[in-house]
């Protein structure tokens, strides 16, 4: 049973429905790792490091053990240091470039901001693409925290408008 204000429209109505209410200008986005992740890389960084003091007299399930646990850590002090991957505003872009570090963009060194999608083997990899000519940064949605597509979208919202007579 639903209990609801007469004077609500009723969704599964048919007929006309109200339109949103258009969102207001952005002037800067920034899509963070999702921290669920981190913290399951720390919970399995703990878990391999504890399975390694276990496996203290097995030399090769030390190693495994242990080889995994550093690489989890590693994932999740990236992920600790620089949880910011994307941020833009009206001036530029600033983007995560090698392990922790950011490289600031200005729109006009971007060419091309598109989601790239690939299929193998049964499954579908989309990841945001942003292209400089010289290099290309790519983000997944664990790195967004949200689908790259909205993130393209948004991207494209703060861009400058671009000169239709300009010629490449």
Do not use: C, N
Not at 38 to 66: M, P, Q, Y
């Amino acid at each position: 049973m639903e209990i609801r204000d007469p004077a609500m429209p009723d969704p599964t109505a048919p007929g006309p429905r109200p339109r949103e209410a258009p969102a207001a200008p952005v002037d800067s986005v920034s899509y963070r790792v999702d921290g669920r992740f981190t913290a399951i890389k720390a919970g399995g960084f703990a878990i391999f490091a504890l399975a390694a003091l276990a496996f203290h007299d097995d030399r090769s399930k030390l190693a495994f053990t242990a080889v995994a646990a550093l690489v989890l850590a590693g994932y999740a002090l990236r992920d600790i240091i620089a949880p910011v991957r994307l941020a833009a505003d009206r001036e530029a872009v600033t983007v995560v470039h090698g392990y922790a570090g950011h490289r600031r963009l200005e729109w006009d060194e971007i060419e091309r901001v598109r989601v790239d999608q690939r299929r193998r083997l049964g499954t579908r990899a989309v990841a945001l693409e942003i292209d400089t000519g010289d290099h290309i940064y790519l983000f997944s949605s664990y790195d967004l925290g949200t689908d790259p597509a909205d993130a393209v979208e948004a991207l494209e919202a703060l861009s400058p408008p671009t000169d239709p007579s300009a010629t490449d």
